[in-house]
């Protein structure tokens, strides 16, 4: 079973940001926490990753709380190209047999003009 | 840099028959995991392939099998296809296995529609 809850759907403006949250509250020491998006008819795409420290690259920035059971990605201007649906993954590194990605429902994220 | 190259692309079978699918990954990646997606059960997990070597797998029945060649090329094979068989077959590489501590993310292919009949 997956071992994050997302919202089912939102949208936002294009040129805005979306602020994408996600709750893991049963986060491990080692787990990283992992953010993938699908678009239609595509292969899920790795966005970027974590462990407990914001991470930022080309495509996103991820936002950790302290205590781990949350996480919020960002992307900082979205376009109608962004419309997909987002996976929030958390994701034991190092252990083997536990460290597969269980995908959830994902939170469907529509861009509107 | 090429891709995950997947083929085909779409396939019809009948039920009853098996099918062999095919995954390249991208030059250098040692690591294949495969996913099946589904509308009602979504994105699972199947297997994955490190080395020629099964390394982890998923709940599913002995008819989804898989092997990975020397050049890190992996195939599924499903036999005895069902009905609910049908579904987007997904391959991801990486660089590394996803037990050996790696932080890399995987890169997914654009996957295989089956459609049994």
């Known amino acids: 079973d997956a071992k994050t809850t997302q919202p089912t759907s939102m949208d936002c403006a294009e040129g805005r940001a979306a602020n994408l949250p996600c709750n893991h509250s049963t986060i491990s020491g080692n787990e990283y926490v992992y953010w993938y998006r699908q678009i239609h008819s595509q292969g899920p795409q790795y966005i970027i990753h974590g462990l407990k420290n914001n991470e930022t690259n080309e495509m996103a920035s991820l936002i950790i709380t302290e205590d781990r059971k949350s996480s919020t990605l960002i992307l900082p201007h979205a376009t109608l190209r962004d419309t997909a649906v987002y996976y929030c993954?958390?994701?034991?590194?190092?252990?083997?047999?536990?460290?597969?990605?269980?995908f959830g429902k994902g939170i469907t994220l529509s861009v509107r003009p | 840099k090429a891709g995950v190259t997947q083929t085909p692309r779409y396939l019809i079978k009948t039920r009853g028959q098996q099918v062999t699918l095919s995954c390249s990954p991208i030059?250098?990646?040692?690591?294949v995991s495969w996913y099946q997606q589904t509308p009602g059960q979504g994105l699972q997990f199947l297997f994955e392939?490190?080395?020629?070597?099964?390394?982890n797998k998923g709940n599913f029945p002995g008819r989804f099998s898989g092997r990975q060649f020397s050049n890190s090329r992996s195939e599924m094979n499903v036999s005895t296809l069902e009905l609910g068989d049908s579904a987007l077959y997904l391959c991801?590489?990486?660089?590394?296995?996803?037990?050996?501590?790696?932080?890399?993310?995987?890169?997914f292919g654009s996957g295989t529609r089956l459609t049994v009949v």
């Open positions: 991801a590489s990486s660089l590394l296995p996803s037990g050996a501590g790696d932080n890399y993310g995987y890169t």
């Open positions: 993954i958390v994701r034991v590194a190092g252990t083997g047999a536990n460290s597969k990605l269980t």
């Open positions: 030059s250098g990646h040692r690591s």
């Open positions: 392939y490190f080395s020629e070597t099964q390394r």
